[in-house]
């Protein structure tokens, strides 16, 4: 049996200013993304995105995230709360954001980039697709060193004591989470769009990929307090993914039959 290191939320302080790890990772995967995006442009493999639209893709994916992730947790987890509460929702500092939500907000902020710089959307979401799992993987960093959306009890040899999550070990399904969408759907999918693949495809193949892993990582996740199960003993987060999966199935065999890959 593990105990969680419990560490100290606060990366640095310099005065009155605090920067939290969590913060933090948030700005590691962006800039990750950044980075990753740069280099596919200047190696031409990105096709009509240009460093200017990777400048827009970055500034309002980060409005989108932002917004439509706690927007998607006040209606997906805590709607009766927030209804009755409203001035909680603006409270983002408290926590409580939803990645499900946080896409959908992606998907309409790629919507304003791709109207601004005259390109189809499904361009942008095709670029953007694998350079997302960076992103998830410092997030869930951040979820562990917080010590927060730790495992269901087990007792595997790796269970870990969690500050806040009883006597009993649990599953660090954090780092599962991790190494699932985070780095294996990254090696994944820069792999598979490291060769021209028609228009709709790389996009699919990242719901199929984010959608199969989240829905396997839930199986060891304790599901929301608040929540519990739901119907067929899912969780939220299962049921929110399982039509992800779905959804890129559809659009990856929509991509292959209307135009096969060079």
């Not at 995230?65 to 409270?91: A, D, H, M, Q, S």
């Not at 829905?215 to 739901?230: C, Q, T």
């Amino acid at each position: 049996m593990l105990v969680h290191p419990d560490f100290d939320p606060v990366a640095l302080r310099l005065g009155p200013l605090s920067i939290k790890w969590y913060g933090l990772m948030y700005l590691i995967g962006f800039v990750t993304g950044f980075l990753l995006g740069r280099g596919r442009i200047l190696r031409g493999r990105a096709g009509r995105v240009t460093m200017a639209v990777l400048d827009d893709i970055l500034f309002y994916a980060v409005l989108g995230i932002i917004l439509g992730g706690r927007l998607g947790y006040v209606l997906f987890y805590k709607p009766v709360f927030y209804f009755g509460n409203p001035i909680e929702i603006i409270k983002i500092w408290e926590g409580g954001m939803s990645f499900h939500g946080g896409f959908f907000g992606v998907l309409v902020a790629m919507l304003l980039v791709a109207r601004k710089h005259h390109l189809r959307w499904i361009e942008i979401m095709d670029f953007l697709a694998p350079l997302v799992p960076p992103g998830l993987a410092a997030g869930r960093l951040g979820n562990f060193i917080n010590g927060e959306l730790f495992g269901r009890v087990t007792d595997v040899p790796w269970g870990m004591l969690f500050r806040h999550g009883g006597p009993l070990p649990r599953h660090p399904s954090q780092l599962y989470q991790f190494a699932l969408e985070g780095c294996l759907l990254f090696v994944l999918l820069w792999w598979y769009s490291s060769r021209p693949r028609p228009p709709w495809a790389v996009s699919g193949a990242f719901l199929v990929g984010y959608g199969t892993m989240r829905f396997i990582a839930e199986f060891f996740r304790e599901p929301d307090d608040f929540l519990g199960l739901l119907t067929f003993g899912m969780s939220m987060g299962q049921w929110l993914s399982w039509p992800m999966v779905l959804i890129g199935l559809v659009m990856m065999a929509f991509a292959y039959r209307v135009r096969p890959a060079a």
